[in-house]
């Protein structure tokens, strides 16, 4: 399961950022996931769970904003979602698309946090 890897990752990126700006309590990490990311969304969410517990991150949730596959077209010279990942090919000329937009991303886009004037 490398999902358990990648959580370890994001955690690790998001405690040293919490850190940096001297957050202490975590409540949410907002995550870009593409399609193709090769990520399954349920196993990183449970790993995830795992990877935080003893962190300022446990019991933050994980929110994921799920990314479709966007291929650019050569032929129509334009951006274009695909309706899944079996066939890598503009939909609306059936030209093969080589280049992905969108779609691979796995990044930490923000982290959700409550500022408690008390900890210092």
Do not use: N
């Not at 032929?75 to 698309?97: D, N």
Request: aromatic share 6%.
């Amino acid at each position: 399961m490398h999902e358990l890897s990648i959580a370890l990752s994001l955690v690790e990126t998001a405690l040293e950022a919490a850190q940096a700006h001297h957050i202490h309590k975590v409540d949410a990490v907002h995550l870009r996931l593409g399609v193709m990311s090769g990520v399954v969304k349920e196993a990183l969410l449970f790993s995830y769970d795992i990877a935080t517990e003893g962190t300022l991150l446990a019991g933050a949730r994980l929110e994921i904003e799920e990314l479709p596959l966007i291929v650019y077209c050569p032929h129509c010279r334009a951006e274009r979602q695909l309706p899944g990942i079996q066939f890598l090919y503009c939909p609306q000329c059936e030209t093969p698309a080589s280049q992905i937009v969108q779609g691979k991303e796995i990044e930490i886009v923000s982290l959700e946090y409550s500022y408690d004037p008390a900890v210092t």
